[in-house]
């Protein structure tokens, strides 16, 4: 199993305490971004495309305790930029530990072996590494040579003295699918706890638009990535949403349940657009126009989102909305996901990456 029992007790009792309140919207995971500069520019990111600055501003670790205390959300995910360059992370990581909050620290490992020792190993605690592939397809994304190898010292490194390590990797136009499902048995070999799979999302100013897939093309994509896993890979999602990515199941977007606060507030509507900023939580929950997103909207800028952070959020709702989804979610975790054969012409692994050619 990818998430420890604690954890997942910890978010299943959240949820029913929501619904039984009649919550009908409550928030999973905080996205904590306390900076936004970055020690890469990979070709996917829309991130680091701002001014310098921009760039020099951070979050106290008062400023990100206040925003984890108005949110509440039992699972707090720390992405950026590079988190690891900010010099009172491992201050925060301990207050948010104390708090009892579980904590994903989302970093690309360039600078995590030198960082360690500023760490202590917990069950609240984790290094999610992003990853995106194999050693020719990460360090194209990445666009620089060697951050593969880099990564992967940096992981046994951190299993070694007993953390918990999980990746994240985002898949774009023209992966190689067979070279994805040698990743994934790479991976778990390593011995990561669980991986974390989301297409791209086509942010307006990253340098590579071409890469990103289109809805149709993401369901086939992930048809042929998840049609008769090996029974060794774990994920660290709901099953649901990878039945959701392989087009098994449709959900709707949930944006409020991974709301975003960062050096601006609160980003409006969600981690992936940024549409405004508000000073609370409160209001981001009470004045976003949430009809106004999701692909039901018909907002062009929704129209080909199938990432985790709208739709996870679904499948989970998904869960515990009905028995169906409760059963279903549990057959899902015993005997893996409900993923369609992929139809005769979809020839999985064919393809190259067009990231090894920017």
């Known amino acids: 199993m990818a998430v420890p029992l604690s954890q997942m007790w910890t978010v299943a009792s959240y949820v029913v305490r929501q619904r039984s309140k009649g919550v009908k919207r409550y928030p999973l995971v905080l996205m904590l971004e306390p900076l936004v500069r970055c020690n890469l520019a990979c070709a996917g990111c829309g991130k680091t495309q701002y001014p310098a600055h921009v760039l020099r501003r951070q979050l106290s670790v008062e400023e990100c305790l206040h925003a984890v205390a108005e949110c ?26 104390a708090r009892k909050k579980y904590i994903y620290l989302c970093t690309n490992a360039m600078i995590l072996k030198e960082k360690i020792n500023d760490y202590r190993p917990d069950k609240h605690f984790t290094f999610s590494v992003h ?30 003295r007993g953390f918990r390590v999980t990746t994240n990797t985002t898949v774009f136009e023209g992966a190689a699918v067979q070279k994805l499902r ?29 890469l990103f897939l289109q809805r149709e093309r993401s369901r086939e994509l992930f048809r042929q990535l998840l049609y008769k896993p090996s029974p060794q890979w774990k994920f660290n999602q709901s099953p649901l949403f990878l039945e959701f990515l392989a087009g098994s199941r449709h959900f709707d977007c949930m944006p409020w ?16 657009l940024q549409e405004g900023y508000v000073e609370t939580y409160g209001e981001l929950m009470e004045k976003t126009d949430w009809q106004a997103y999701g692909e039901k909207s018909g907002k062009r800028d929704c129209a080909h989102c199938m990432v985790h952070s709208g739709y996870e959020p679904s499948a989970v709702n998904c869960t515990f909305g009905s028995w169906e989804g ?33």
């Open 72 to 97: 509440g959300a039992p699972i707090v995910s720390i992405p950026g930029g590079e988190p690891l360059l900010h010099p009172d992370m491992p201050r925060l990581v301990r207050e948010l530990i």
């Open 131 to 160: 990853l995106d592939g194999l050693e020719q397809e990460h360090d194209a994304s990445v666009r620089r040579p060697g951050m593969y190898q880099k990564a992967v010292a940096a992981i046994k490194e951190a299993i070694g």
């Open 182 to 210: 040698r990743f994934f048995d790479t991976m778990m070999a390593l011995g990561v706890e669980g991986m974390m799979v989301s297409p791209g999302y086509n942010y307006e100013k990253a340098p590579c638009q071409e």
């Open 257 to 272: 349940g991974t709301p975003t606060y960062n050096i601006f507030g609160w980003q409006v509507p969600c981690y992936l």
């Open 326 to 358: 409760f059963y279903a979610t549990v057959r899902a975790t015993l005997f893996g996901p409900k993923i369609l054969p992929p139809a005769p012409a979809e020839t999985p692994g064919n393809a190259e990456h067009q990231l090894g050619q920017i």
